[in-house]
């Protein structure tokens, strides 16, 4: 399968921060999570696929190109949604917005951006420094989409949105990624939003991936075992990517679950993990309570 992203061995080094062979793949026509903490390493990837940052090892081909410094006809392809965009200083109307936009991209379609303001209940009129977050996380998607991107690269474009809005723009990616030409990289640290969406998980964390598969299989493989902390001996805790330890008893992320909640015995309790559950055991590993 064409990849819209292939990142192999790649490397970043900062004082005090070190992005360490990071390898991972988009399939076109897919939608990929990127998950990880706060400082993980989620936006200097981006910003390293982006090419405004330079790589010290490794290589980044997007839409089967070499990506680079100078790869402005890549960047032609990309659309970019992040949380928090100014838009200019927000003095502009959104009409102006995508005037100036526009100015930019070869392949800028004005009517398209008509259309997509339209689609989007957004007054083109309003002043940008008016407008709501999701309002705003609706304009970028709209400007996104009016230079004929291929690739949306979404850097946690869904934080601080309210519950109603963050439903309505699930709906909207729902809608781009019927164009099976169309690929989203999606990093936030809302992972409800992708078990809703996603095809692929990416977790990274302190600089390294930790996997990068089908989503599918991912909540196929883990499960979530509770019981008695008494019965959790060091063959069970082998068993456990993850344990957290309580006064009452313990829960743990297993790929072993059945193995695990037979040594256990009858007081097992066996639950499908969500990709929340599975991101923060495998960052926490074993605790005391969190």
């Not at 474009?157 to 909207?172: C, N, Q, Y």
């Not at 068993?239 to 297993?254: K, N």
């Not at 059945?258 to 074993?286: C, H, N, P, S, Y």
Request: glycine content about 8%; proline content about 2%.
């Amino acid at each position: 399968m064409e990849n819209a992203i292939k990142v192999t061995g790649l490397s970043k080094h900062y004082s005090g921060f070190e992005l360490s062979d990071v390898s991972f793949s988009l399939p076109r026509g897919t939608v990929m999570g990127f998950i990880g903490r706060n400082g993980a390493g989620k936006t200097t990837t981006i910003k390293l696929i982006m090419g405004l940052i330079h790589k010290n090892v490794g290589s980044i081909e997007v839409l089967g190109k070499e990506m680079g410094p100078d790869s402005a006809d890549i960047r032609e392809k990309i659309g970019f949604v992040y949380d928090e965009q100014a838009f200019y200083g927000g003095i502009m109307t959104v009409r102006d917005v995508g005037k100036m936009t526009g100015r930019f991209y070869k392949e800028w379609n004005n009517n398209e951006f008509s259309r997509l303001l339209k689609e989007f209940n957004l007054d083109p009129e309003h002043k940008t420094e008016a407008l709501s977050h999701g309002q705003r996380t609706k304009l970028s998607i709209a400007l996104a989409l009016s230079h004929n991107a291929e690739l949306l690269i979404m850097d946690e474009p869904s934080s601080g949105l309210d519950p109603v809005f963050r439903i309505e723009f699930i709906d909207i990616l729902y809608r781009i990624i019927q164009d099976e030409h169309r690929s989203i990289l999606f990093s936030t640290h809302i992972t409800t939003d992708l078990e809703k969406i996603a095809d692929y998980i990416t977790l990274i964390d302190n600089g390294r991936i930790v996997f990068s598969e089908a989503k599918d299989d991912i909540l196929d493989r883990y499960k979530i075992v509770k019981g008695p902390l008494n019965r959790l001996d060091q063959k069970g805790r082998e068993m456990c990517i993850g344990v957290r330890e309580m006064r009452t008893g313990f829960e743990a992320l297993s790929a072993s679950a059945d193995k695990l909640a037979a040594l256990i015995g009858a007081d097992a309790i066996t639950q499908r993990a969500t990709i929340e559950d599975i991101m923060v055991f495998t960052v926490k590993g074993e605790t005391n309570g969190w």
